[in-house]
């Protein structure tokens, strides 16, 4: 979708200052805000392309004006709401007011390791993939309204197909919680001209991955 979280190419928000040492978390609650969203990610509650979406979906404001892990907090209590798992009485008051839903598993102990390590998103191919390396590709001047994961600064240009990456499951499909719909997946090479303009360094290029449905042939 077309938000503010889509800043590449943007300009205006100065630049970026990295804070010297900084720790893993800056209060207690970071951490917590951590695990309750693993744990219900491993429960089923929702998958990656959801809760990325669910960030894309706060408004400008407060994205800009939210620190990391208030991002997580903010997503994951939408999507509780959104998903039917709590309401908004029950967050604000901080316990169940009703009987809660059941989901496919909980965290435990045990299985903190696991829960932790991003399992496979490749799937078995539908169909032959539609391009080769070394292919001139447009990518679609496309603005869904839910998630994508074809970059705004992206759209509408043209690169050359650089690698086939193999077939995984298609994040704008997982997103609206519809069935995976395995894409192609490619790495596409720009140059920074055709990106940026005449004023981008000579020497510039550009990689992004891109899912088939976002390109056709230049």
């Not at 990325?52 to 209590?77: C, G, H, M, N, Q």
């Not at 596409?188 to 449905?213: M, N, Q, T, Y």
């Amino acid at each position: 979708m077309d938000g503010i979280h889509d800043m590449g190419g943007m300009h205006g928000f100065g630049k970026v200052e990295p804070e010297p040492n900084e720790p893993v978390f800056h209060a207690a609650w970071e951490a917590h805000c951590l695990a309750i969203n693993r744990a219900m990610s491993y429960a089923g509650a929702f998958n990656i392309d959801q809760s990325r979406a669910a960030i894309e979906e706060l408004p400008p404001d407060v994205y800009l004006t939210s620190s990391y892990y208030k991002k997580w907090a903010l997503r994951l209590e939408n999507l509780l709401v959104k998903l039917g798992l709590a309401d908004a009485e029950e967050i604000k008051s901080g316990h169940a007011l009703h009987p809660g839903k059941a989901l496919k598993r909980k965290l435990n102990v045990a299985d903190v390791p696991a829960s932790l390590t991003r399992g496979s998103y490749a799937r078995p191919a539908q169909a032959p993939a539609r391009f080769v390396p070394g292919d001139r590709v447009r990518t679609k001047n496309i603005h869904p309204a839910t998630h994508t994961r074809l970059p705004r600064y992206a759209r509408g240009h043209v690169g050359v197909i650089e690698s086939l990456r193999g077939c995984h499951v298609f994040p704008d499909s997982a997103a609206l919680g519809k069935s995976e719909n395995p894409q192609w997946l490619y790495t596409v090479l720009f140059e920074g001209r055709e990106l940026w303009g005449d004023g981008a360094e000579p020497s510039l290029r550009i990689s992004i991955e891109a899912f088939e449905p976002y390109l056709e042939p230049a």
